[in-house]
T-cell receptor, first 115, second 112 residues
Framework: AQSVAQPEDQVNVAEGNPLTVKCTYSVSGNPYLFWYVQYPNRGLQFLLKYITGDNLVKGSYGFEAEFNKSQTSFHLKKPSALVSDSALYFCAVRPGSSNTGKLIFGQGTTLQVKP | SQTIHQWPATLVQPVGSPLSLECTVEGTSNPNLYWYRQAAGRGLQLLFYSVGIGQISSEVPQNLSASRPQDRQFILSSKKLLLSDSGFYLC???????????FGAGTRLSVL
C-alpha cells in the first residue's frame, strides 16, 4: 500500500537552532514530494516540492528539504528556527503513476519553537 | 493570479439538518478540485475529487456528496448531518503544471 509516514507527532526546538521534520514514503514509480504548513484554523500553505533534479530543494520562509531515494525520505529542514515557524507541517506525495493530482498526506508533525 | 474562495468560515448545524459548502476558484481553467476533511487538527482525509464538470470520484463511503456544476465551482453537501460529520473541511485545486495543490481557508463545521 502507498503511504507517507511522519514518525514524530511533535518536534521541539529552541529559537535559532536548526530544525528537522522527518518524512518517509512508500509509493510506486518516481514520486512527486511536497511539504505544506498549516497555522491554527487556516488552510494548508505550500512550502516546497521535489519532482526531479537536485536532491536539495529550497522553498518559502527559508525552508529546504532533501530527497533521498535510497532511504525513501524527504526531510524538511531549516538552519535557524523562528518562533513564528511554530505550526503543523505535512509531508505529501503524489505517486508517479497518478494522473489526477491526488496526494497522499502524512499525519502531520507539530513544530514547537521556543524562545 | 489564482485564488480559491471557500465559505462559510464557520458553521454550526443541528443533527439531521442539510449541508452545503461551496468552493470556487478564480484565475485558472479546468482545475482538478478536491474536498478534504481534517479531524482534530491532524491528518487530512480526501473525501472527493473532480477532474472536470460533472465528474466526481468518492474516496470513502459516507454521509456526504459532492457536485461540480461549473468548471470552477465545487460543492459539498449532505441531506442529513450526523455528529460524526463535524470537522474542518478544506477545498483545494491543482493543474497538471506545476502540479501543486492550493488550499482554501477551510470551513469549521460543528454538528450539535
Amino acid at each position: 500500500a502507498q503511504s507517507v509516514a511522519q514518525p514524530e507527532d511533535q518536534v521541539n526546538v529552541a529559537e535559532g537552532n536548526p530544525l528537522t521534520v522527518k518524512c518517509t514514503y512508500s509509493v510506486s514509480g518516481n514520486p512527486y514530494l511536497f511539504w505544506y504548513v498549516q497555522y491554527p484554523n487556516r488552510g494548508l500553505q505550500f512550502l516546497l516540492k521535489y519532482i526531479t533534479g537536485d536532491n536539495l530543494v529550497k522553498g518559502s520562509y527559508g525552508f529546504e528539504a532533501e530527497f533521498n531515494k535510497s532511504q525513501t525520505s524527504f526531510h524538511l529542514k531549516k538552519p535557524s528556527a523562528l518562533v513564528s515557524d511554530s505550526a503543523l507541517y505535512f509531508c505529501a506525495v503524489r505517486p508517479g503513476s497518478s494522473n489526477t493530482g491526488k496526494l497522499i498526506f502524512g499525519q502531520g508533525t507539530t513544530l514547537q519553537v521556543k524562545p | 493570479s489564482q485564488t480559491i474562495h471557500q465559505w462559510p468560515a464557520t458553521l454550526v448545524q443541528p443533527v439531521g439538518s442539510p449541508l452545503s459548502l461551496e468552493c470556487t476558484v478564480e484565475g485558472t481553467s479546468n482545475p482538478n478540485l478536491y474536498w478534504y476533511r481534517q479531524a482534530a487538527g491532524r491528518g487530512l482525509q480526501l473525501l472527493f475529487y473532480s477532474v472536470g464538470i460533472g465528474q466526481i470520484s468518492s474516496e470513502v463511503p459516507q454521509n456526504l456528496s459532492a457536485s461540480r456544476p461549473q468548471d470552477r465551482q465545487f460543492i459539498l453537501s449532505s441531506k442529513k448531518l450526523l455528529l460524526s460529520d463535524s470537522g474542518f473541511y478544506l477545498c483545494a485545486w491543482s493543474v497538471p503544471s506545476p502540479n501543486i495543490q492550493y488550499f482554501g481557508a477551510g470551513t469549521r463545521l460543528s454538528v450539535l
